[in-house]
């Protein structure tokens, strides 16, 4: 690890087009490069008496992938994370550990917070994984980059959006599919923050929103009480959920007001 430290801070490393650093040893769960990663697998804290959490990764690291570490319970532990200024993709899988992402540790007085401009979210196989943030919410003024989320496999997830939808105004593409125990994907949106919201009426607006995908849900009830004016959307496949009877959507505004909702049959 002291190897491992010393390499990603060289000017070595800062001064590679590209690189793929693996920590770990299986290679099974390694898909095609794209560019500046570090992918960490099957880590074994119990030899070193470390875990993931104290990975030091380039600080031009731009994908991170974790495959079956099991001693890491949220993302935003790992606190090299807070130097990574150009990550935009993080995979999570096979994880059992993971219970959420951003941690209260992760808040800090001068709001560097790890994560903040990623792109894209991949959760996949984390059985304890259940928030996002652990109960605490992130300062007003800080938002998230966040453009693509997906969701598979988290049995322990009961909602996505639990009252802070405004932190994520660039969501472009929502992905949910077999996630056996989620029952609504936003739950409430906080009124006094400006940016999705249409009015006071329940009505929420995600411009950037252009794909959403849910499937075999079997308890979702909601999408989101009230109306989502989604003028973007262009791809939506609903499968496998029998208690849905709505779809909130709105695809434009008429005369002020969003256009009726979709129902399902």
Known sequence: MSELASFVTSQQCQALENYR??????????????????????????????????LVLPSNIEYFGITRCEDLISLSDILSLRDAGHLRICLLQYCNGIESIFSSSSFSEDCQIPLRIVEELRLLDLPRFGVLFDGVVPPHNISFNLKKLYFYRCSSVKNIFPAMLQKFPNVEELTVPDCENVEDIIVEVEMRYQGHHQDDSNTITLRNLKSLRLGKLPILKNIYKGIMICESLQDILVHSCPMLRRLPLSFHMNSGHASAPLVTH
């Open 21 to 54: 650093l693996i920590v770990g040893n299986n290679f099974e769960y390694i898909n095609k490069s794209v560019g500046k990663e570090v992918h960490a697998i099957s880590f074994d804290s119990k030899p070193f008496g470390i875990g993931v959490d104290s």
